[in-house]
């Protein structure tokens, strides 16, 4: 089972991006929701009215949705989840999806996540992670180092204490995401986060519709920070701190606020948002 959460723990929607795309890549069959109605509060992930094709008006309501993938090649068949991070009872919404995964057998519970960092839009993506037993053990053969994090945690850090409790194995994934970039969906993170799944479930993920939005998206960013002197240096200094391992210059000045990037970066989103208003 493969499950991501918007809100928190999706910097620049990397980790639900990455899932929709495993949907969509497999056109996986939707089977499962959870009823949001225990475990929202709606004056912050509000439903949405729409028209319907016969324009009368319609509520949807934060959706949680499973969807299945025959894996013919591989031992095991995958289940997707893609949810919105939950503002109410945790333990009962982690418990919900752990007694859920266990009537479906699942053999591993893998959770995505992103966050934002101080790390240069041009360079590959940093990931890191961790696992019970022998995942942690994959995790460290791929070269993904260990997660030292302590601290405020999201609901992804309590469903894979639910994993672990149940004796379920459990890894989970994390991109760093630039953090001057992260008002769009950023899709050279959602990349970095299914390389690092496919190499350590042995999959093999056809990314190049994918791959081509990250160059666009990329290029586009790149003319609108070479036309701005002071965010270009900006840049390069993190660039140089990744190279040499060096902490980070910290974040750009107030006047880097990178205007041009930001209208685009909405405008982005905007379109974006207007492509998924469409009912379906």
Known sequence: MVM????????????????????QMWDGRHFASIDPEDFYDFTQVRPRVYFTENMNRAIEWPSSWFSYHRHPKQEHDVVLLRSMEPQLRWRTFSEGIMSFAERLNASCIVSLGALLADVPHTRPVQLTGFGTGFLQG????????????????????????????????AMSLWAAAPHYISTATNPHVSIGLLEGLQQAMGWSLDLSSLRDEARQFTLEVNAIIQANPEASAYVTRLEEAAQSGQPSPGGPPTEVLLTELEEFLRRRRGNDSNAADEPE
């Open 138 to 169: 994959k995790l460290r053969s791929l070269g993904i180092s260990m997660s030292q994090y302590e601290g405020p945690t999201g609901i992804l850090g309590v469903l894979y204490e639910a994993a672990t409790r149940r004796g379920i194995p």
């Open 4 to 23: 991501a959460f918007g809100g928190w723990s999706d910097a620049a929607e990397a980790a639900t991006t990455a899932v929709s795309t495993l949907d």
